[in-house]
Protein backbone atom coordinates (compact mmCIF):
# COMPACT_ATOMS: atom_id res chain seq x y z
CA UNK A 1 0.00 0.00 0.00
CA UNK A 2 1.37 3.80 -0.78
CA UNK A 3 1.60 6.35 2.29
CA UNK A 4 -1.00 8.18 0.70
CA UNK A 5 -3.61 5.53 0.30
CA UNK A 6 -2.51 4.95 4.40
CA UNK A 7 -2.47 8.17 5.29
CA UNK A 8 -6.07 8.99 3.21
CA UNK A 9 -8.00 11.33 5.20
CA UNK A 10 -5.46 11.98 8.12
CA UNK A 11 -2.57 13.70 6.71
CA UNK A 12 -0.56 14.92 3.72
CA UNK A 13 3.33 13.97 3.55
CA UNK A 14 6.05 14.23 1.28
CA UNK A 15 6.69 10.92 -0.58
CA UNK A 16 3.17 9.97 -0.10
CA UNK A 17 4.01 7.10 -3.20
CA UNK A 18 6.05 5.65 -0.95
CA UNK A 19 5.73 1.37 -0.63
CA UNK A 20 4.99 0.98 3.04
CA UNK A 21 5.30 -2.99 4.15
CA UNK A 22 3.22 -2.95 7.30
CA UNK A 23 2.09 -0.64 10.19
CA UNK A 24 2.07 -1.16 14.08
CA UNK A 25 2.32 1.06 17.09
CA UNK A 26 4.60 -1.46 18.69
CA UNK A 27 7.99 -1.00 18.27
CA UNK A 28 9.06 -4.44 18.85
CA UNK A 29 7.35 -5.08 15.88
CA UNK A 30 8.65 -3.00 13.61
CA UNK A 31 10.60 -4.22 10.70
CA UNK A 32 12.06 -2.93 7.22
CA UNK A 33 9.61 -1.09 5.04
CA UNK A 34 6.87 -0.30 8.04
CA UNK A 35 5.50 2.72 9.49
CA UNK A 36 5.33 3.23 13.64
CA UNK A 37 2.91 5.30 15.20
CA UNK A 38 3.87 6.90 18.38
CA UNK A 39 1.00 7.01 20.63
CA UNK A 40 1.00 7.96 24.43
CA UNK A 41 -0.63 5.73 26.85
CA UNK A 42 -1.24 5.75 30.43
CA UNK A 43 1.87 4.74 31.74
CA UNK A 44 4.58 4.66 28.45
CA UNK A 45 4.72 6.96 25.93
CA UNK A 46 5.51 5.76 22.32
CA UNK A 47 7.40 8.76 21.71
CA UNK A 48 10.28 7.05 23.46
CA UNK A 49 11.00 4.55 21.15
CA UNK A 50 11.03 6.23 17.84
CA UNK A 51 14.61 6.59 17.36
CA UNK A 52 14.22 2.37 18.14
CA UNK A 53 11.68 1.97 15.31
CA UNK A 54 13.42 3.70 13.06
CA UNK A 55 16.80 2.02 13.38
CA UNK A 56 14.62 -1.51 13.26
CA UNK A 57 14.18 -0.33 9.67
CA UNK A 58 10.53 2.30 9.88
CA UNK A 59 10.24 3.78 6.70
CA UNK A 60 7.88 6.42 8.30
CA UNK A 61 7.38 7.79 12.09
CA UNK A 62 3.61 8.92 13.01
CA UNK A 63 4.10 11.49 15.54
CA UNK A 64 2.56 14.35 17.50
CA UNK A 65 6.06 15.74 18.13
CA UNK A 66 9.18 16.22 16.76
CA UNK A 67 11.09 12.99 17.91
CA UNK A 68 14.47 13.52 15.63
CA UNK A 69 13.33 10.88 12.73
CA UNK A 70 14.17 11.26 9.46
CA UNK A 71 10.86 10.17 7.79
CA UNK A 72 8.88 11.79 9.67
CA UNK A 73 5.25 12.64 9.63
CA UNK A 74 3.47 14.92 12.70
CA UNK A 75 -0.24 15.13 13.01
CA UNK A 76 -2.63 16.47 16.03
CA UNK A 77 -3.42 13.10 17.56
CA UNK A 78 -1.35 10.29 16.77
CA UNK A 79 -4.51 7.88 19.03
CA UNK A 80 -7.01 9.43 16.40
CA UNK A 81 -4.76 8.75 13.53
CA UNK A 82 -4.24 4.96 14.11
CA UNK A 83 -7.95 3.83 13.79
CA UNK A 84 -8.22 5.46 10.69
CA UNK A 85 -4.86 4.21 9.02
CA UNK A 86 -6.01 0.07 10.62
CA UNK A 87 -9.33 1.30 8.37
CA UNK A 88 -6.98 2.27 5.13
CA UNK A 89 -4.89 -0.37 5.74
CA UNK A 90 -7.88 -3.06 5.93
CA UNK A 91 -9.63 -1.46 3.30
CA UNK A 92 -12.17 0.20 5.33
CA UNK A 93 -14.12 -3.26 5.72
CA UNK A 94 -16.76 -1.32 8.04
CA UNK A 95 -17.81 0.34 4.72
CA UNK A 96 -18.98 -3.25 3.53
CA UNK A 97 -21.17 -3.93 7.01
CA UNK A 98 -23.58 -2.84 9.08
CA UNK A 99 -22.49 -1.79 12.37
CA UNK A 100 -24.17 -2.24 16.07
CA UNK A 101 -22.90 -0.98 18.99
CA UNK A 102 -23.68 -1.77 22.79
CA UNK A 103 -22.30 -0.41 26.09
CA UNK A 104 -23.09 0.09 29.43
CA UNK A 105 -22.02 -1.30 32.66
CA UNK A 106 -24.13 -4.34 32.40
CA UNK A 107 -25.77 -6.60 30.12
CA UNK A 108 -23.30 -5.50 26.84
CA UNK A 109 -22.94 -9.53 26.56
CA UNK A 110 -26.33 -10.97 26.66
CA UNK A 111 -27.61 -8.07 24.60
CA UNK A 112 -25.41 -8.71 21.76
CA UNK A 113 -25.68 -12.52 21.92
CA UNK A 114 -29.80 -12.05 21.24
CA UNK A 115 -29.05 -9.19 18.77
CA UNK A 116 -27.34 -11.84 16.98
CA UNK A 117 -29.75 -14.51 17.21
CA UNK A 118 -32.39 -11.72 15.71
CA UNK A 119 -30.74 -11.33 13.02
CA UNK A 120 -29.98 -14.16 12.06
CA UNK A 121 -33.34 -15.18 12.49
CA UNK A 122 -33.90 -12.91 9.68
CA UNK A 123 -31.19 -14.83 7.02
CA UNK A 124 -28.25 -12.36 7.95
CA UNK A 125 -24.93 -13.35 8.37
CA UNK A 126 -23.97 -11.80 11.62
CA UNK A 127 -20.10 -11.15 13.06
CA UNK A 128 -20.13 -10.56 16.69
CA UNK A 129 -17.31 -8.75 18.66
CA UNK A 130 -16.83 -9.26 22.66
CA UNK A 131 -15.84 -10.30 25.68
CA UNK A 132 -16.33 -13.65 25.62
CA UNK A 133 -15.58 -14.72 22.14
CA UNK A 134 -15.47 -13.35 18.80
CA UNK A 135 -17.95 -14.79 16.38
CA UNK A 136 -18.27 -15.08 12.09
CA UNK A 137 -21.65 -16.79 11.52
CA UNK A 138 -20.73 -20.24 14.06
CA UNK A 139 -17.32 -20.03 13.65
CA UNK A 140 -15.69 -19.14 17.30
CA UNK A 141 -12.63 -17.35 17.10
CA UNK A 142 -10.95 -16.02 20.64
CA UNK A 143 -11.19 -12.78 22.08
CA UNK A 144 -8.47 -10.62 23.87
CA UNK A 145 -10.54 -7.67 24.99
CA UNK A 146 -14.16 -6.37 25.25
CA UNK A 147 -13.28 -4.03 22.32
CA UNK A 148 -10.43 -5.33 20.49
CA UNK A 149 -7.14 -2.73 19.77
CA UNK A 150 -7.85 -0.61 16.32
CA UNK A 151 -5.83 -2.77 14.35
CA UNK A 152 -6.96 -6.24 15.63
CA UNK A 153 -10.70 -4.73 15.70
CA UNK A 154 -9.95 -3.39 11.49
CA UNK A 155 -8.42 -6.87 10.83
CA UNK A 156 -11.65 -8.71 12.20
CA UNK A 157 -14.09 -6.68 10.49
CA UNK A 158 -12.31 -7.31 6.87
CA UNK A 159 -12.29 -10.80 7.46
CA UNK A 160 -16.17 -10.71 8.82
CA UNK A 161 -16.51 -8.83 5.54
CA UNK A 162 -14.43 -11.65 3.47
CA UNK A 163 -16.85 -14.43 5.17
CA UNK A 164 -20.08 -12.80 3.74
CA UNK A 165 -21.12 -11.05 7.19
CA UNK A 166 -23.32 -8.20 6.51
CA UNK A 167 -23.85 -7.31 9.96
CA UNK A 168 -21.54 -6.68 13.11
CA UNK A 169 -22.58 -6.21 16.80
CA UNK A 170 -20.33 -5.56 18.82
CA UNK A 171 -19.85 -4.74 22.76
CA UNK A 172 -17.85 -1.23 22.60
CA UNK A 173 -16.39 -0.80 26.01
CA UNK A 174 -15.76 2.78 28.07
CA UNK A 175 -12.11 1.92 27.94
CA UNK A 176 -12.38 1.28 24.22
CA UNK A 177 -14.11 4.58 24.02
CA UNK A 178 -12.07 6.61 25.73
CA UNK A 179 -8.99 5.45 23.85
CA UNK A 180 -10.20 6.07 20.26
CA UNK A 181 -10.01 2.02 19.24
CA UNK A 182 -13.39 2.90 17.20
CA UNK A 183 -12.77 6.05 16.10
CA UNK A 184 -14.12 6.15 13.00
CA UNK A 185 -16.56 4.50 12.50
CA UNK A 186 -20.12 4.88 11.89
CA UNK A 187 -22.39 2.79 13.93
CA UNK A 188 -26.27 2.01 12.36
CA UNK A 189 -27.58 1.88 15.71
CA UNK A 190 -25.87 2.48 18.96
CA UNK A 191 -27.65 0.56 22.30
CA UNK A 192 -27.27 1.90 25.89
CA UNK A 193 -27.85 -0.72 28.44
CA UNK A 194 -27.18 0.89 31.95
CA UNK A 195 -24.76 2.90 33.91
CA UNK A 196 -23.64 2.22 37.42
CA UNK A 197 -20.62 2.27 38.92
CA UNK A 198 -17.26 -0.11 37.87
CA UNK A 199 -13.66 0.95 36.21
CA UNK A 200 -13.37 4.10 38.33
CA UNK A 201 -9.83 2.56 39.05
CA UNK A 202 -9.03 3.80 35.38
CA UNK A 203 -11.97 6.63 34.72
CA UNK A 204 -11.53 7.84 38.23
CA UNK A 205 -14.99 9.59 38.41
CA UNK A 206 -18.50 8.53 37.23
CA UNK A 207 -18.58 11.80 35.08
CA UNK A 208 -15.37 10.73 32.87
CA UNK A 209 -16.67 7.09 32.93
CA UNK A 210 -19.90 8.57 31.54
CA UNK A 211 -18.46 10.60 29.14
CA UNK A 212 -16.63 7.44 27.32
CA UNK A 213 -19.94 5.91 27.15
CA UNK A 214 -21.47 8.71 25.94
CA UNK A 215 -19.23 9.32 22.89
CA UNK A 216 -20.59 6.08 21.00
CA UNK A 217 -23.45 8.50 20.52
CA UNK A 218 -21.94 10.95 18.49
CA UNK A 219 -20.73 8.24 15.83
CA UNK A 220 -24.47 6.69 15.21
CA UNK A 221 -27.35 6.84 13.14
CA UNK A 222 -29.61 6.08 15.57
CA UNK A 223 -29.37 5.82 19.62
CA UNK A 224 -31.33 3.17 21.43
CA UNK A 225 -31.83 3.45 24.69
CA UNK A 226 -32.57 2.44 28.39
CA UNK A 227 -35.57 5.32 29.72
CA UNK A 228 -35.34 3.63 33.07
CA UNK A 229 -32.01 4.44 33.77
CA UNK A 230 -31.32 7.74 35.42
CA UNK A 231 -28.21 8.71 32.78
CA UNK A 232 -30.63 8.84 29.78
CA UNK A 233 -31.60 12.35 30.18
CA UNK A 234 -28.06 13.50 29.83
CA UNK A 235 -27.24 10.82 26.99
CA UNK A 236 -29.51 12.04 25.06
CA UNK A 237 -29.43 15.97 25.62
CA UNK A 238 -27.90 17.40 22.72
CA UNK A 239 -28.16 13.94 20.13
CA UNK A 240 -29.04 14.67 16.57
CA UNK A 241 -30.05 11.15 15.78
CA UNK A 242 -33.47 9.25 15.91
CA UNK A 243 -33.91 8.11 19.25
CA UNK A 244 -35.31 4.63 20.62
CA UNK A 245 -36.37 4.40 23.91
CA UNK A 246 -37.82 0.94 25.98
CA UNK A 247 -38.61 0.86 29.46
CA UNK A 248 -40.07 -1.66 32.03
CA UNK A 249 -43.25 0.52 32.16
CA UNK A 250 -43.03 3.82 31.46
CA UNK A 251 -46.09 4.78 28.24
CA UNK A 252 -43.79 7.02 26.66
CA UNK A 253 -40.91 4.66 26.15
CA UNK A 254 -41.10 3.57 21.95
CA UNK A 255 -40.98 -0.12 23.55
CA UNK A 256 -41.93 -1.32 26.96
CA UNK A 257 -42.61 -4.64 28.61
CA UNK A 258 -45.67 -5.00 30.42
CA UNK A 259 -47.08 -7.88 32.63
CA UNK A 260 -43.83 -9.02 33.74
CA UNK A 261 -43.85 -12.47 35.33
CA UNK A 262 -41.34 -14.49 36.35
CA UNK A 263 -40.34 -18.38 36.43
CA UNK A 264 -38.13 -20.00 38.03
CA UNK A 265 -36.31 -20.99 34.53
CA UNK A 266 -36.98 -17.46 32.40
CA UNK A 267 -39.78 -14.89 32.58
CA UNK A 268 -42.91 -13.89 30.63
CA UNK A 269 -44.05 -10.65 29.61
CA UNK A 270 -45.84 -8.36 26.36
CA UNK A 271 -43.69 -6.36 24.36
CA UNK A 272 -45.31 -3.86 23.57
CA UNK A 273 -44.68 -1.00 20.68
CA UNK A 274 -46.35 1.77 18.35
CA UNK A 275 -50.00 -0.41 17.64
CA UNK A 276 -48.27 -4.00 18.00
CA UNK A 277 -47.80 -6.15 20.88
CA UNK A 278 -46.52 -9.72 21.74
CA UNK A 279 -46.22 -12.31 24.29
CA UNK A 280 -42.66 -12.98 24.78
CA UNK A 281 -41.69 -16.13 26.44
CA UNK A 282 -38.10 -15.72 27.70
CA UNK A 283 -35.90 -18.76 28.73
CA UNK A 284 -33.87 -16.71 30.92
CA UNK A 285 -34.84 -15.74 34.32
CA UNK A 286 -34.25 -12.56 35.68
CA UNK A 287 -36.16 -9.02 35.51
CA UNK A 288 -32.54 -7.85 33.59
CA UNK A 289 -33.03 -10.32 31.18
CA UNK A 290 -36.42 -8.55 30.95
CA UNK A 291 -34.00 -5.48 29.78
CA UNK A 292 -31.59 -7.24 27.75
CA UNK A 293 -34.24 -8.39 25.56
CA UNK A 294 -36.37 -4.89 25.40
CA UNK A 295 -32.67 -3.75 24.31
CA UNK A 296 -32.29 -6.24 21.86
CA UNK A 297 -35.53 -6.09 20.29
CA UNK A 298 -35.61 -2.40 20.17
CA UNK A 299 -32.65 -2.23 18.42
CA UNK A 300 -33.79 -5.09 16.12
CA UNK A 301 -36.70 -3.66 15.18
CA UNK A 302 -34.98 -0.15 14.64
CA UNK A 303 -33.24 -1.71 11.71
CA UNK A 304 -36.24 -2.87 10.39
CA UNK A 305 -36.58 -6.47 11.37
CA UNK A 306 -40.32 -7.43 11.57
CA UNK A 307 -42.40 -7.62 15.56
CA UNK A 308 -43.70 -10.90 14.97
CA UNK A 309 -39.84 -12.40 13.94
CA UNK A 310 -38.31 -10.30 16.95
CA UNK A 311 -41.29 -11.71 19.27
CA UNK A 312 -40.85 -15.51 17.97
CA UNK A 313 -36.87 -15.55 18.18
CA UNK A 314 -36.51 -14.21 21.49
CA UNK A 315 -38.55 -17.65 22.53
CA UNK A 316 -35.82 -19.45 21.58
CA UNK A 317 -33.09 -17.71 22.21
CA UNK A 318 -30.14 -19.72 24.67
CA UNK A 319 -28.23 -18.31 27.84
CA UNK A 320 -24.76 -16.89 27.52
CA UNK A 321 -22.15 -18.80 29.38
CA UNK A 322 -21.46 -17.57 32.70
CA UNK A 323 -24.57 -15.07 32.62
CA UNK A 324 -27.00 -16.59 34.75
CA UNK A 325 -25.61 -19.86 33.90
CA UNK A 326 -27.48 -23.30 35.53
CA UNK A 327 -24.90 -25.52 36.38
CA UNK A 328 -26.29 -29.29 36.36
CA UNK A 329 -25.78 -31.23 40.06
CA UNK A 330 -28.53 -33.65 39.81
CA UNK A 331 -28.70 -33.08 43.75
CA UNK A 332 -31.50 -31.15 45.59
CA UNK A 333 -29.63 -27.99 45.40
CA UNK A 334 -28.67 -25.63 42.81
CA UNK A 335 -25.47 -24.26 41.10
CA UNK A 336 -25.48 -20.76 39.29
CA UNK A 337 -22.45 -19.06 37.88
CA UNK A 338 -22.56 -15.49 37.08
CA UNK A 339 -20.22 -12.81 35.84
CA UNK A 340 -21.87 -10.46 38.20
CA UNK A 341 -18.69 -8.18 39.48
CA UNK A 342 -19.99 -5.07 40.10
CA UNK A 343 -22.50 -4.10 42.98
CA UNK A 344 -25.37 -3.16 40.80
CA UNK A 345 -24.83 -6.80 38.25
CA UNK A 346 -24.74 -8.32 41.80
CA UNK A 347 -27.54 -6.78 43.50
CA UNK A 348 -29.24 -7.94 39.99
CA UNK A 349 -28.73 -11.84 40.05
CA UNK A 350 -28.75 -11.87 43.89
CA UNK A 351 -32.71 -11.12 43.63
CA UNK A 352 -33.64 -12.35 41.01
CA UNK A 353 -32.07 -15.82 42.37
CA UNK A 354 -33.26 -15.14 45.87
CA UNK A 355 -37.16 -15.06 44.08
CA UNK A 356 -36.06 -18.37 42.44
CA UNK A 357 -34.68 -20.33 45.38
CA UNK A 358 -36.75 -23.02 47.34
CA UNK A 359 -34.16 -22.38 50.59
CA UNK A 360 -31.12 -20.42 50.98
CA UNK A 361 -29.82 -18.22 49.06
CA UNK A 362 -25.29 -18.73 48.82
CA UNK A 363 -24.00 -16.41 47.81
CA UNK A 364 -19.91 -16.47 47.00
CA UNK A 365 -17.90 -13.60 45.54
CA UNK A 366 -15.31 -12.19 45.91
CA UNK A 367 -13.35 -8.56 44.42
CA UNK A 368 -11.22 -7.90 41.37
CA UNK A 369 -7.40 -7.12 42.53
CA UNK A 370 -6.07 -3.90 41.07
CA UNK A 371 -9.34 -2.57 40.36
CA UNK A 372 -11.46 0.14 41.63
CA UNK A 373 -11.30 -0.10 45.15
CA UNK A 374 -14.28 2.17 46.20
CA UNK A 375 -16.88 -0.82 45.48
CA UNK A 376 -15.72 -3.58 47.34
CA UNK A 377 -18.16 -2.75 50.24
CA UNK A 378 -20.54 -1.99 48.25
CA UNK A 379 -20.41 -5.52 46.76
CA UNK A 380 -20.68 -6.57 50.22
CA UNK A 381 -23.43 -4.29 51.25
CA UNK A 382 -25.55 -6.03 48.14
CA UNK A 383 -25.01 -9.42 48.76
CA UNK A 384 -25.43 -10.15 52.07
CA UNK A 385 -28.56 -7.25 52.41
CA UNK A 386 -30.21 -10.30 49.75
CA UNK A 387 -28.23 -13.34 50.88
CA UNK A 388 -28.67 -16.07 53.62
CA UNK A 389 -25.36 -16.90 53.76
CA UNK A 390 -22.08 -15.59 52.34
CA UNK A 391 -18.82 -17.15 51.47
CA UNK A 392 -16.25 -14.31 51.03
CA UNK A 393 -13.27 -15.24 48.51
CA UNK A 394 -10.65 -14.22 45.69
CA UNK A 395 -11.36 -13.61 42.31
CA UNK A 396 -8.80 -12.32 40.46
CA UNK A 397 -6.71 -10.58 43.26
CA UNK A 398 -3.58 -9.68 40.57
CA UNK A 399 -1.06 -8.06 42.47
CA UNK A 400 -3.11 -7.11 45.69
CA UNK A 401 -3.10 -9.41 48.46
CA UNK A 402 -6.38 -11.43 48.72
CA UNK A 403 -6.83 -11.01 52.46
CA UNK A 404 -6.46 -7.19 52.15
CA UNK A 405 -9.03 -7.39 49.17
CA UNK A 406 -11.51 -9.09 51.88
CA UNK A 407 -11.21 -7.22 54.86
CA UNK A 408 -12.37 -4.31 52.43
CA UNK A 409 -15.18 -6.43 51.36
CA UNK A 410 -16.04 -7.00 54.95
CA UNK A 411 -16.85 -3.54 55.89
CA UNK A 412 -19.62 -3.18 53.86
CA UNK A 413 -21.46 -6.43 55.63
CA UNK A 414 -23.15 -5.13 59.14
CA UNK A 415 -21.47 -6.60 62.07
CA UNK A 416 -25.08 -8.84 63.31
CA UNK A 417 -26.04 -9.01 59.61
CA UNK A 418 -25.93 -11.69 57.50
CA UNK A 419 -23.65 -14.91 58.68
CA UNK A 420 -20.84 -15.50 56.49
CA UNK A 421 -17.53 -17.42 56.09
CA UNK A 422 -14.26 -16.18 54.58
CA UNK A 423 -12.33 -18.89 52.46
CA UNK A 424 -9.40 -17.02 50.81
CA UNK A 425 -8.74 -20.16 47.96
CA UNK A 426 -11.79 -19.93 45.47
CA UNK A 427 -11.24 -23.82 44.98
CA UNK A 428 -11.36 -24.33 48.40
CA UNK A 429 -14.42 -21.91 48.70
CA UNK A 430 -16.65 -23.70 46.03
CA UNK A 431 -16.07 -26.77 47.48
CA UNK A 432 -17.42 -26.05 51.25
CA UNK A 433 -20.16 -24.95 49.52
CA UNK A 434 -20.89 -27.91 47.38
CA UNK A 435 -20.43 -29.95 50.98
CA UNK A 436 -22.36 -27.90 53.06
CA UNK A 437 -25.52 -27.30 50.82
CA UNK A 438 -28.84 -27.97 52.07
CA UNK A 439 -32.13 -29.09 50.42
CA UNK A 440 -33.57 -26.39 48.09
CA UNK A 441 -30.73 -24.41 48.55
CA UNK A 442 -29.05 -22.23 45.66
CA UNK A 443 -25.61 -21.48 45.19
CA UNK A 444 -24.48 -18.57 43.05
CA UNK A 445 -21.13 -17.97 42.09
CA UNK A 446 -20.57 -14.27 41.15
CA UNK A 447 -17.87 -12.98 39.45
CA UNK A 448 -16.05 -15.09 37.25
CA UNK A 449 -18.88 -16.07 35.10
CA UNK A 450 -17.16 -17.31 31.35
CA UNK A 451 -13.75 -16.70 32.70
CA UNK A 452 -11.76 -20.23 33.25
CA UNK A 453 -8.45 -18.93 34.35
CA UNK A 454 -7.82 -16.71 37.54
CA UNK A 455 -5.13 -13.88 37.80
CA UNK A 456 -2.51 -14.32 40.66
CA UNK A 457 0.45 -12.21 41.80
CA UNK A 458 2.36 -14.69 40.13
CA UNK A 459 0.82 -15.28 37.07
CA UNK A 460 -2.37 -16.86 35.77
CA UNK A 461 -4.02 -20.38 36.66
CA UNK A 462 -6.32 -22.58 34.84
CA UNK A 463 -9.78 -22.26 36.69
CA UNK A 464 -13.24 -23.44 35.38
CA UNK A 465 -15.93 -23.57 38.12
CA UNK A 466 -18.32 -25.55 36.29
CA UNK A 467 -15.07 -28.05 36.41
CA UNK A 468 -14.40 -27.44 40.39
CA UNK A 469 -18.43 -28.12 41.18
CA UNK A 470 -17.92 -31.55 39.00
CA UNK A 471 -15.21 -32.37 40.89
CA UNK A 472 -16.82 -31.43 44.55
CA UNK A 473 -20.19 -33.11 43.67
CA UNK A 474 -18.29 -36.54 42.61
CA UNK A 475 -16.41 -36.14 46.36
CA UNK A 476 -19.68 -35.43 48.20
CA UNK A 477 -21.58 -38.41 46.31
CA UNK A 478 -23.46 -40.30 48.93
CA UNK A 479 -23.17 -38.02 51.36
Same mark, same amino acid.
Given at each position: ?????????I??????????A????????????????????A?????????????????????E? =????????????????W????????????? +?L +???????T?????? @??M??? /?????????????T????????????????????????M %????V????????????? +??????????????????????? =?????H??????????????????????? %???????? %????????????S?????A??????????????????????????????????????????????? /?????????V???????????G????????????????????????E??????????R?RL????G????? =?????????????????? %??I @??????????N??? =???L?????????????V????????A????????????????H?????????????????????? /??QT??Q
Amino acid at each position: MKLSELMKGISLAEGCDREIAGITCDSRRVAEGWVFVCIKGANVDGHRFAAQAEKAGAAVIVAEK =DTGCVGQLIVPSTRAAWPNMCANWFGEPAQ +HL +HLVGVTGTNGKTST @TYMLKA /LLESCSHKVGLIGTIQNMIGDRVLPSGHTTPDPYDLQSM %LALMVAEGCTYTVMEVSS +HALDQDRVGGLVFDSAVFTNLTQ =DHLDYHKTMENYFESKKKLFRQCRKAVVN %LDDPSTET %LISGLTCPIVTYSSHLNEATYTARNIRPRPDGVDFELVGIGEIGRVRLPIPGDFSVYNSLAAASCA /LSLGLPFEKVVQTLAQVKGVKGRAEIVPTERDFTVVIDYAHTPDGLEKICETMKKCSRGRLVTLFGCGGDR =DRTKRPLMGAAAAALSDF %LII @TSDNPRTENPNAII =DEILTGIPVKGTPYKVIVNRVEAIHWAIANAQPGDTILLAGKGHETYQILADGCIHLDEREIVADA /LRQTAGQ
